[in-house]
């Protein structure tokens, strides 16, 4: 049953992975102006010291005098094989510079997720279990407000606190965690606050419905009656059960931690992926705005079937979509 | 993921209700018995009476440029303190609500118009109808957050129009998503079944019969994509991305005190404040929508 469930999923995922690289492919024709000029990132003022014979050239080079689909043909073949083309500002090749980029955003994401976890699972499941009391208003308060605030605003905030007024961390900045693991933790700090509430937030709300829930049913009236204690019945059975649900909401988060947080990483600074696309923008370096959505939406599409067959396997009742 | 739905189980179960009434009317009480929708509706009301009266609420030009008072403290001459030329912040909060308002609605308009149509022909239709316009869909699901938002700026430039689309386009497959379920559930109810006995055709059936049906989970899913659209459309002026200067934009107001934080933090705090207020309304309405039409709805 699983077996054929994953490939049929796989199957779905072909369409839907021809069409994100079509997207992407097009994304570069919507900018304005003349994608010869676009793709070789030449200002369009510059255009009128270029030869038409030189330009001719430049136009063959880069494969735009072919019809748009053999176009799209030959890009799609060079990304097949790992290919994503050159950057316009360092001339050097995109899979080099997504490849330099990806730990800083797998570290941050990694402390990022731990930190969720840490506050949602104790936060959700005393708020189920303490139903209706303080501590359940107050972790719905940061439930809501958590998922309300926009994520930069909240980086700001911390950063004027904590960096300007107290000077306890620094407010931007890099340091690898295997040469300073010391500073890391400081630069990453701030950040992996802020990520992980945006992480928690909505997981807090989730696993203290999924707890109630589960709080509810029969198996948990047993395992009560029959005397277990209290730890017992809240940790080996009611919350076990709500985890599984909840591995779809952590499964996706985790996806969009890994396609880089654009924002944040861009707020502090952090030399991530998510920051490497919004400097591609800022630059107009197209090449690498086309390399790094492909690589996000790839990510994001393959986890998504990654967490749909975990899921699927850790609950055989579930019926998938 | 900001605005993804929850489920709601145990939130409000009580204040069901499934009287033979208007299902309106009911709405409008459960609501105020759930104080935080409450809350939530008033927000939102203030937001719009805001938007749509923004020259009689503020203070001053939200253009006037004054260097001499730049990035005051709150006073009594400017309620919530000036900005980084000397503008009144409270006034460009308050056409802010304007810019993020006329914004959000846009998107979201945008969003339905697309994206209850292709929802409700593919749940309708099924097979090879709904497998190609749901592999559209997952398409561009397949860029996470505000990615796809990001990405469309960035080639087709900020301003109004772009934002538009850009947003719009990233609110189309929620919508359809969720009215296609809505329609998959209604299709083999006995109504449409009737219908089709007195020789109704598909398109009567889908849009005047089946669909009216499927508008409650359609409200609850708008309600959170308008805050979705006011955090994206904030987030992208605060990259740089959206709105041009001077447009008064919480976003865009944030972005552009961002360098004088060590001076005077509270010219960013008031923007981003307004924002979290604004969603966490619209996230509250949606959640007291949720409870009144489908407790128990999960979606994923």
């Not at chain 1, 019809?67 to 080099?96: C, E, M, T």
């Not at chain 1, 690498?288 to 790839?298: H, P, R, Y």
């Not at chain 2, 009689?56 to 260097?67: C, F, S, V």
């Not at chain 2, 991305?241 to 005077?264: A, H, I, N």
């Amino acid at each position: 049953m699983l077996a054929r469930y994953v490939v049929r999923r796989v199957f779905q995922l072909i369409p839907v992975l021809v069409l994100v690289s079509l997207a992407v492919f097009l994304l570069v024709r919507v900018i304005p102006g003349d994608p010869v000029l676009v793709m070789l990132g030449i200002d369009p003022d510059e255009r009128a010291r270029i030869s038409e014979e030189q330009y001719r050239v430049l136009q063959h080079q880069i494969g735009l005098d072919q019809p748009i689909y053999v176009q799209y043909l030959n890009w799609a073949d060079k990304i097949v094989h790992g290919d994503f083309g050159l950057s316009l500002a360092s001339r050097r090749p995109i899979v080099d510079i997504i490849f330099e980029r990806y730990p800083a955003t797998l570290y941050l994401a990694g402390l990022a997720l731990s930190l969720g976890l840490l506050i949602a699972i104790p936060a959700g499941v005393i708020a189920a279990v303490r139903q209706n009391t303080k501590i359940d208003y107050a972790a719905m308060g940061f439930a809501l407000w958590g998922v309300a605030m926009p994520d930069f605003w909240f980086a700001l905030m911390l950063m004027v606190l904590f960096s300007l007024k107290l000077g306890w961390l620094p407010s931007i900045g890099y340091a690898s965690p295997f040469e300073s693991p010391w500073l890391f933790l400081q630069h990453a700090c701030l950040p992996a606050i802020v990520m992980g509430t945006e992480l928690a937030a909505p997981l807090t709300r989730y696993i203290r419905a999924e707890m109630l829930d589960q709080l509810k049913q029969d198996y948990v009236r047993t395992a009560w009656a029959k005397g277990l204690p209290a730890r017992m019945v809240i940790v080996k059975h009611a919350l076990r059960n709500s985890l599984i649900a909840a591995v779809t909401v952590v499964g996706l988060q985790t996806a969009r931690l890994l396609g880089g947080a654009t924002i944040i990483e861009t707020v502090f600074s952090w030399p991530g992926v998510g920051r490497l696309l919004i400097d591609g923008i800022y630059q107009r370096d197209y090449p690498i705005v086309q390399g790094v959505v492909l690589l996000i939406a790839m990510t994001y599409v393959f986890a998504n079937l990654i967490v749909d067959v975990f899921y699927k396997w850790l609950d055989p009742r579930i019926k998938l979509e | 993921m900001k605005q993804e739905a929850l489920p709601q189980a145990a939130w409000t179960a009580a204040d069901r209700t499934s009287s033979g009434l208007s299902r309106f009317a009911d709405a409008f009480r459960v609501i105020a018995r759930n104080r935080l929708a409450l809350l939530g509706l008033f927000i939102v009301a203030a937001g719009i009476f805001t938007a749509i009266f923004a020259p009689y609420l503020a203070t001053h030009d939200p253009y006037e440029i004054n260097i001499a008072n730049r990035l005051q403290a709150p006073s009594l001459e400017h309620w919530l303190g000036t900005d980084f030329l000397g503008r009144d912040t409270y006034s460009r909060i308050v056409f802010g609500a304007r810019t993020a308002f006329e914004i959000a609605a846009g998107a979201v308009f945008l969003g339905a118009l697309f994206g209850v149509p292709l929802g409700a022909v593919a749940g309708f239709s099924g097979r090879w109808i709904d497998s190609i316009i749901m592999r559209f869909m997952d398409a561009i699901m397949a860029f996470p957050g505000r990615l796809l938002a990001i990405a469309l700026v960035a080639s087709a430039g900020g301003g109004f129009a772009s934002l538009y689309i850009a947003l719009g386009l990233s609110a189309i497959p929620s919508n359809a998503r969720i009215v296609r379920s809505a329609v998959l559930a209604q299709k083999e109810r006995e109504y449409v079944e009737a219908a089709r006995m007195s020789g109704e055709s598909d398109f009567t059936i889908l849009f005047l019969q089946v669909l009216p049906n499927c508008l409650s989970p359609l409200l609850v899913r708008l309600s959170l994509e308008f805050a979705h659209a006011i955090l994206a459309e904030s987030s992208l002026s605060f990259l740089g991305l959206g709105l041009p200067p001077p447009t008064p934009s919480w976003g865009l107001m944030l972005k552009e005190v961002t360098p004088f934080l060590q001076l005077q933090p509270l010219a960013a705090f008031f923007p981003g404040l307004t924002i979290s207020v604004v969603i966490l309304g619209f996230n509250l309405l949606g959640d007291g929508l949720r409870d009144i039409f489908d407790p128990r709805q999960y979606e994923r």
